[in-house]
């Protein structure tokens, strides 16, 4: 089984800054992409930031400059370092990974639970 955790979610004031790990267990061969989504009340889950196993970065025009993805690939983690945050980042946080299993040598998508990110006073 390959599980994917996120942490680090919680409430912060506007201005602050709050980052988020994510952790991939089990059975795992190799770890291609990983990254970040949100998901905001009635909106669609979209892309905050994906890092790729090379270390390429890509990021949602609303958090360029702003938000740093970072991946240790030895520890299986991928962290997003969030800073200057304001109300319209408030969301649930999804970790993502896309992982080659050890026991079928197949590729596929993993997804975390989510955590939840408040900006708010």
């Known amino acids: 089984q390959v599980q994917v955790v996120e942490s680090g979610g919680g409430l912060v004031q506007p201005g602050g800054s709050l980052t988020l790990s994510c952790t991939a267990s089990?059975?795992?061969?190799?770890?291609?992409?990983m990254g970040w989504y949100r998901q905001a009340p009635g909106h669609e889950r979209a892309l905050v930031a994906t890092?790729?196993?090379?270390?390429?970065?890509e990021y949602a025009e609303s958090v360029e400059g702003r938000f740093t993805i970072s991946r240790d690939s030895a520890k299986r983690t991928v962290a997003l370092q969030m800073n200057d945050l304001n109300a319209e980042d408030t969301a649930v946080y999804y970790c993502?990974?896309?992982?080659?299993?050890?026991?079928?040598?197949?590729?596929?998508?993993?997804w975390g639970r989510g955590t939840q990110v408040t900006v708010s006073t």
């Open positions: 890092i790729t196993s090379g270390g390429s970065t």
């Open positions: 089990g059975n795992i061969h190799h770890i291609g992409h």
């Open positions: 993502y990974a896309r992982i080659l299993s050890a026991v079928t040598m197949r590729w596929n998508d993993y």
